[in-house]
């Protein structure tokens, strides 16, 4: 059975930075590419940014690129979301995601983390 439980989500200043993590169990980590989406209230959850089982490749929504860098450690079992320069537009529920293919969501989904940012 597959768990993501991701964490480090919290409240920031805009400008500031914030780095969340996913760990993952149940699976074979390195044999999945990992992805990150958030849901803002009253919108759907989009797309931020996928990363592939080495690590070698990552493919993120124009709306973060430049701002936010996905990465994993598969000796961990854990993919990351290192959030910079984050914007009150930022605010919402985090999700990790095993096994996205390109910008569309598997099944698989950790129980999300909070992130506001206040201007």
């Known amino acids: 059975q597959v768990q993501l439980a991701e964490s480090g989500g919290g409240l920031v200043q805009a400008g500031g930075s914030l780095r969340l993590s996913c760990a993952a169990s149940g699976r074979t980590f390195s044999n999945y590419a990992m992805g990150w989406f958030r849901q803002a209230p009253g919108k759907e959850r989009e797309f931020l940014a996928a990363i592939i089982r080495g690590g070698g490749s990552q493919l993120y929504a124009d709306s973060v690129k430049g701002r936010f860098t996905i990465s994993r450690d598969n000796a961990k079992n854990t993919a990351y979301l290192q959030m910079d320069s984050l914007k009150p537009e930022d605010t919402a529920v985090y999700y990790c995601?095993?096994?996205?293919?390109?910008?569309?969501?598997?099944?698989?989904w950790g129980q999300g983390t909070q992130v506001t940012v206040s201007s």
């Open positions: 995601n095993l096994d996205p293919y390109g910008t569309t969501p598997s099944t698989y």
